[in-house]
């Protein structure tokens, strides 16, 4: 069977007629209930929740906690980086534009949880009072961990890390097309120990890097470097083989259990320390640095935080997304301690996970609902191809298409397009609380 782009861009705005055709019956089977819903954090996790909840409940007081008074459709950045994408406006958006309005929006940030007292302390001295609590806070960038790095840096002398910001995605572009022209140099690019928002973005970044300068010609006089934390270059064994044939076609040589902990701009110098202890020193000519995350302050140091397995996340059931100790509040997206998903194709899975489960708890019922871990990796390859890569807690392959329309192992054309220019549109239908895929 063959697939065109026509074709499926027919099929996606199938699936938002599909995606419609519940609404009414939804309307029709809402929960009624005058409960106070304090979601904290507004990003694809916390204003997807609060559309999503509109769809089940019906007289909730529904409350988003977001100091940033704008949207950023982080997936984005490596299509940045890729020259698809052109502008900051390309991923960024008021929030308005999503957040409905029968949700409230407090422009502040979250700084004490007090879940003893069913209360939450801002930044500029409120507090507020809830009956169900919905964290949704995302990771913090750890750059403060790197000795030696200023974030004011990257865009210029060859440092970039397109998760910063979205200038930094186009300056990383420009970056990268001129040190191709150079003819010769020294490629480093880093991945951190631990979990991750979208752990393959470090490796899709390489991939543009390594495309740009082929393209450019004088490949034989460059060398690319990947040094991870970890010893691994993907956790699922059957994509991590498969892109380490392709790095040996490309010859891009990956080097494992190495940590980042310092960097030095002025002698263009990369310091890691392995697990013996012993400290490695890189010289590099330009340098991508995917920088060690946690969860955000206020939720590591606070009593909902995870002290075991997954140390400052949000203690949550991996399955129900219900906190382990305090029922009433649940987590999701990037600040949850589950063993893989921080993406936003887990989010979309995960919405009506903690929707009906929450619901299920306003009617007195237990919580049934479970997410199966499903994550999604678009692994782009070059500007044109990209290998989709769908899997769950298991580790193992799954597709929401058939294998011989995207095979995962298999570059292609289409899982570019996908990426390209698919996978926004239902993000977007995602933050408006639909899930239909």
């Given at each position: 069977?063959?697939?065109?782009?026509?074709?499926?861009?027919?099929?996606?705005?199938?699936?938002?007629?599909?995606?419609?055709?519940?609404?009414?019956?939804?309307?029709?089977?809402?929960t009624k209930t005058n409960a106070k819903i304090l979601i904290v954090g507004g990003g694809a996790a916390g204003i997807g929740m609060a559309n999503k909840l509109n769809q089940?409940?019906?007289?909730?007081?529904?409350?988003?906690?977001?100091?940033?008074?704008?949207?950023?459709?982080?997936?984005?950045?490596?299509?940045?980086?890729?020259?698809?994408?052109?502008?900051?406006?390309?991923?960024?958006?008021?929030?308005?534009?999503?957040?409905?309005?029968?949700?409230?929006?407090?422009?502040?940030?979250?700084?004490?949880?007090?879940?003893d007292h069913n209360q939450v302390v801002t930044q500029k001295g409120n507090r507020l009072d809830?009956?169900?609590?919905?964290?949704?806070?995302?990771?913090?960038?750890?750059?403060?961990?790197?000795?030696?790095?200023?974030?004011?840096?990257?865009?210029?002398?060859?440092?970039?890390?397109i998760y910063y910001s979205p200038e930094t995605g186009l300056k990383s572009h420009q970056q990268a097309l001129d040190f191709a022209q150079r003819g010769e140099g020294k490629v480093v690019c880093t991945r951190p120990q631990g979990a991750m928002k979208c752990a393959g973005a470090p490796m899709k970044a390489t991939n543009l890097l390594e495309y740009f300068v082929a393209q450019?010609?004088?490949?034989?006089?460059?060398?690319?470097?990947?040094?991870?934390?970890?010893?691994?270059?993907?956790?699922v064994p059957v994509f991590d083989q498969r892109i380490r044939e392709i790095w040996v076609e490309r010859q891009i040589h990956p080097h494992f259990e190495h940590t980042l902990t310092a960097l030095d701009s002025a002698k263009k110098q990369a310091t890691f320390i392995q697990p013996d202890g012993r400290q490695r020193v890189v010289d590099w000519d330009f340098i991508h640095v995917a920088p060690p995350m946690t969860a955000i302050q206020s939720v590591r140091e606070s009593p909902l935080a995870d002290q075991n397995l997954f140390k400052g996340y949000l203690e949550v059931d991996k399955f129900t997304m219900q906190h382990s100790r305090y029922a009433n509040v649940f987590g999701i997206g990037d600040?949850?301690?589950?063993?893989?998903?921080?993406?936003?194709?887990?989010?979309?899975?995960?919405?009506?996970?903690?929707?009906?489960?929450?619901?299920?708890?306003?009617?007195?019922?237990?919580?049934?609902?479970?997410?199966?871990?499903?994550?999604?990796?678009?692994?782009?390859?070059?500007?044109g191809h990209a290998m989709l890569w769908e899997f769950n807690y298991s580790l193992k392959p799954v597709t929401a298409l058939p294998f011989h329309v995207v095979d995962p192992l298999k570059k292609s054309k289409l899982a570019w397009v996908m990426e390209e220019s698919m996978i926004k549109p239902v993000y977007d239908m995602m933050l408006h609380g639909y899930s239909p895929i």
């Open positions: 069977m063959s697939i065109s782009r026509r074709t499926f861009l027919k099929a996606g705005v199938g699936i938002g007629v599909l995606s419609g055709a519940g609404v009414g019956y939804r309307e029709l089977s809402k089940y409940l019906s007289g909730a007081e529904i409350t988003v906690v977001e100091p940033r008074n704008f949207h950023w459709y982080q997936p984005g950045q490596t299509l940045l980086l890729a020259g698809s994408y052109t502008q900051t406006s390309d991923v960024m958006a008021a929030n308005e534009r999503y957040i409905s309005g029968d949700v409230r929006w407090v422009e502040d940030a979250v700084i004490e949880y007090r879940p809830y009956d169900y609590l919905i964290v949704a806070t995302g990771v913090e960038l750890r750059y403060d961990l790197i000795e030696g790095f200023d974030t004011q840096e990257i865009g210029h002398n060859g440092i970039t890390s450019a010609g004088n490949r034989e006089h460059f060398t690319f470097d990947y040094f991870t934390a970890e010893d691994f270059l993907f956790s600040t949850v301690g589950t063993p893989i998903g921080k993406t936003a194709a887990s989010v979309k899975s995960q919405l009506p996970v903690v929707a009906q489960n929450l619901t299920a708890l306003i009617e007195g019922r237990e919580p049934q609902a479970k997410w199966d871990g499903y994550t999604s990796c678009p692994m782009i390859l070059d500007v």
